[in-house]
């Protein structure tokens, strides 16, 4: 493989086991986790409050806000927030990746649908230490895009001053990573498996580690 320039991670399902939390965070709630999805991702309306979350449109406590009302719940939304992004929920092989990656002279970035505004100082508390590793966050919540839109992928390039294969792309969603091949990106399809990654980071520290 050719060496990359920066290696570019997305979260959930990467960084973060978002299943186990969601779950998790379905339970405090006293409710299942499909109850909890119907209302996130609800199907029968045009833009769902997920969706509406992730592209910017409303902050993390507008829709929590929106969710509890429809779940008719009165916790609080940054706790529900923080018990979905608690730290037992990060995949500490892949934070350990991140550093010795950062040890051999990457350039890293994150690249993520992600509802929780991450560049926001407010929810610094809620992200690992590791995330000060990352030279560059781009979440959709905040330039008001989702992958796979190429419209995404184009502003990335643009502000890393990079494209083609001087960018690895980790994700767990082959759409994301189909629309990566077709900028000429590198890529690689994650699997969380039931190891917590660890296999997966093996292949991913034979090809990058050993690259470098």
């Known amino acids: 493989m050719t060496k990359p320039t920066w290696i570019i991670f997305d979260v959930g399902g990467v960084l973060l086991d978002w299943p186990s939390s969601s779950t998790e965070a379905a339970k405090h709630l006293g409710v299942t986790h499909d109850e909890l999805f119907d209302v ?13 979350m992730s592209l910017g449109e409303i902050s993390a406590h507008e829709g929590w806000t929106m969710i509890l009302k429809k779940l008719k719940k009165e916790h609080a939304p940054a706790e529900v927030i923080s018990r979905w992004f608690a730290r037992e929920f990060w995949l500490e092989d892949t934070l350990s990746l991140l550093t010795e990656l950062h040890e051999h002279g990457y350039e890293l970035a994150v690249m993520s649908n992600s509802w929780l505004g991450m560049n926001d100082p407010a929810q610094k508390h809620l992200l690992p230490d590791e995330f000060s590793l990352f030279d560059k966050i781009f979440d959709s919540s905040e330039v008001h895009i989702q992958k796979p839109d190429a419209t995404f992928y184009e502003a990335v390039e643009t502000d890393l001053g990079s494209n083609g294969e001087a960018l690895f792309f980790i994700d767990d969603d082959q759409k994301n990573l189909d629309a990566a091949e077709q900028r000429g990106w590198q890529h690689f399809l ?3 498996s039931d190891d917590q990654g660890v296999g997966t980071n093996k292949k991913l520290r034979a090809l990058l580690l050993q690259a470098s």
Do not use: H, P
């Not at 996130?40 to 509406?52: E, S």
């Open 190 to 192: 994650y699997d969380m």
């Open 40 to 52: 996130l991702f609800d199907q029968t309306v045009k833009v769902n409050i997920g969706t509406r």
